[in-house]
């Protein structure tokens, strides 16, 4: 280091106070007297009166991310620009707007949804009666009769759902899966003749005059 | 690639218009039981303006909620019988006001299956579908002033349970007073729905075996001061409907059960009350092992062969 620079480095150490009072009345004589050294020094001051003063700016956000954004692209394969669309990590900026924003589609996206599986279930609702349901024997004695069917709220008052199979001794029966619950039903003979069960322990009005039988299936 | 908030959100929007759109496409066309509905209708006598006319009506009525297979049962058994596209029409209607007016729509349904498969004539069916729909708005006014009262809901079904007894209760003509009493007597002990469905179900049932309604009402409040459960006011309906079909008298019966009351019994009477020789001598299965089973039909619960003929 020659003795130019070593006056140099002591000027630094003087601005930034790092000198002895001693040394820097020392640097200060030498500098006064010497005008090269003098010019230096002031240039030097000058910078520092500058930075100390001037307004400092805020570093704007994604300030990193912008100046990258502004070099040229480098040259890339089709393929790989596909892998890194599908791949390649991502920054995702939040504002509060945004996740508001988000939060609502989410919202109206599970209502949807949800909705929709309200409606699957109307659909598929016979299938879900014999998810977790329990198996009820409903029989009834006709010896006489040519066919015998189950009407009810659990078939949706069907005849055609509910038709029962004649054992050899004149009783007919049919399995019917059910949840449980509280069914109202009736008899049909011959597709025509509803009748009530005799043996239902209740009977309800069916709202046109009638009785329904009822039947109620617990866990 | 970055991705950057306006993008995600775009991606989002257009996720959910895609759900939206096929939740629409299939109300709007309801699968399976719509092109069921379309096949019976274009398959019918109907004119080429009635026909497209019961289609919109159906078309609408599922858009508005009301189950397309329900609807489907209508449209079908209405033409099976030969009705006007109209009085299907005026069917459906019933139905979509119901839904519209956010009440129990299933009850409405039931009933018009019902007089359809029954034969019962589409006036009647239509008078009396329409009434339970008003006893139904009613009784969800009255449900919902007893929820705010204190009555507690424990299930999501408990609600509309309440709504469904309330307006069978109405259907016989209870007066709303007394059945907001009730509610009023369940909200007061900290009761729920099922308690109070329990005893309107139980007092509609004993005003519809001909019991006067003084009586009924005197006997359920007596229940629900003892703080019988939902089990032990069905006991009750049972032990009436068992001594209505022993021949026993009215003021006998309710004598005997306000007796069986006082003494501690709760609602399994007729467990000590048969006199018969057991299952009996039909097809029956029903009932407790005391009662004799009338012969005719029978239901049992369980497994196949676990009944006995």
Same mark, same amino acid.
């Not at chain 1, 990193?64 to 995702?92: E, N, Y």
């Not at chain 2, 109300?27 to 080429?48: M, P």
């Not at chain 2, 007894?165 to 909200?187: F, H, Q, S, Y």
């Given at each position: 280091m020659d003795k130019m620079d070593k006056e140099r480095h002591l000027i630094h150490e003087l601005l930034d106070g790092e000198l002895s009072p001693e040394e820097r009345r020392d640097l200060l004589d030498r500098v006064n007297s010497d005008p090269l050294l003098k010019?230096?020094?002031?240039?030097?001051?000058?910078?520092?009166?500058?930075?100390?003063?001037?307004?400092?700016?805020?570093?704007?956000?994604?300030?990193?991310?912008?100046?990258?954004?502004?070099?040229? /692209?480098?040259?890339?394969?089709?393929?790989?620009?596909?892998?890194?669309?599908?791949?390649? /990590?991502?920054?995702?900026?939040? *504002?509060?707007?945004?996740?508001?924003?988000?939060?609502?589609?989410?919202?109206?996206?599970?209502?949807?949804?949800?909705?929709?599986?309200?409606?699957?279930?109307?659909v598929s609702y016979q299938s879900s009666v014999e998810k977790s349901s329990r198996t009820v024997i409903i029989s009834f004695q006709a010896p006489q009769a040519k066919a015998v069917a189950v009407a009810g709220d659990f078939n949706q008052w069907s005849i055609e759902k509910g038709l029962m199979e004649k054992k050899s001794d004149g009783v007919w029966t049919l399995e019917v899966p059910l949840e449980p619950g509280t069914y109202h039903y009736m008899f049909v003979v011959d597709g025509e003749v509803w009748v009530s069960d005799p043996s239902a322990e209740l009977f309800r009005d069916d709202g046109f005059g009638n009785k329904n039988s009822v039947l109620r299936v617990s866990l | 690639m970055r991705l950057n908030a306006p993008r995600t959100c775009l991606l989002i929007l257009i996720t959910v218009g895609l759900l939206m759109v096929s939740?629409?496409?299939? /109300?709007?066309?309801?699968? $399976?039981?719509?092109?069921?509905? $379309?096949?019976?209708?274009?398959?019918?006598?109907?004119?080429?303006e009635k026909k497209t006319s019961l289609l919109k009506r159906s078309s609408d009525a599922i858009s508005a909620g009301v189950p397309s297979a329900d609807i489907a049962v209508i449209v079908k058994r209405g033409l099976a019988r030969g009705m006007d596209g109209r009085g299907i029409e005026d069917f459906i209607g019933i139905a979509v006001k119901s839904k519209e007016q956010n009440l129990p729509v299933r009850p409405v349904l039931d009933r018009i299956q019902q007089g359809l498969s029954k034969g019962v004539p589409p006036e009647q069916i239509s008078g009396s579908a329409r009434r339970l729909g008003e006893k139904l708005a009613t009784a969800d006014k009255i449900v919902d002033g007893l929820e705010k009262s204190g009555?507690?809901?424990?299930?999501?079904?408990?609600?509309?349970?309440?709504?469904?007894?309330?307006?069978?209760?109405? &259907?016989?003509?209870?007066?709303?007073?007394?059945?907001?009493?009730?509610?009023?007597?369940?909200?007061?002990?900290?009761?729920?729905?099922?308690?109070?469905?329990?005893?309107? *179900?139980t007092i509609t049932t004993f005003v519809?075996? !001909?019991?006067?309604?003084?009586?009924?009402?005197?006997?359920?409040?007596?229940?629900?001061?003892?703080?019988?459960? &939902?089990?032990?006011?069905i006991g009750m309906e049972r032990d009436m409907s068992y001594m209505m079909r022993e021949g026993w008298m009215m003021d006998d019966a309710m004598k005997s059960m306000e007796t069986m009351m006082n003494k501690g019994f709760a609602g399994n009477m007729h467990?000590?009350?048969?006199?018969?020789?057991?299952?009996?001598?039909?097809?029956?299965? !029903?009932?407790?092992?005391?009662?004799p089973a009338a012969p005719g039909g029978g239901m049992h619960h369980g497994g196949p062969g676990m009944g006995r003929h």
């Open positions: 010019r230096e020094f002031d240039d030097l001051r000058s910078v520092v009166d500058m930075v100390e003063t001037g307004e400092r700016l805020a570093v704007p956000p994604a300030f990193t991310s912008q100046v990258m954004r502004r070099l040229p /692209a480098p040259r890339v394969s089709f393929r790989k620009r596909v892998s890194s669309f599908f791949f390649g /990590a991502r920054v995702l900026r939040w *504002n509060l707007a945004t996740a508001l924003v988000t939060l609502c589609l989410v919202v109206i996206a599970t209502g949807a949804l949800l909705q929709m599986q309200k409606k699957g279930n109307v | 939740q629409v496409s299939m /109300a709007e066309t309801g699968g $399976k039981e719509f092109d069921e509905i $379309k096949i019976s209708v274009e398959q019918s006598s109907l004119s080429l009555v507690k809901v424990d299930k999501r079904s408990d609600k509309e349970n309440g709504t469904r007894a309330v307006a069978r209760a109405l &259907e016989k003509t209870i007066p709303e007073d007394m059945i907001t009493k009730m509610g009023m007597k369940v909200a007061q002990k900290r009761g729920s729905f099922t308690t109070f469905s329990a005893s309107i *179900n519809e075996m !001909g019991m006067p309604l003084e009586h009924a009402s005197k006997l359920i409040n007596k229940a629900m001061d003892k703080g019988y459960s &939902e089990k032990e006011m467990k000590g009350m048969g006199t018969g020789p057991g299952l009996g001598s039909g097809a029956g299965m !029903g009932g407790s092992p005391s009662m």
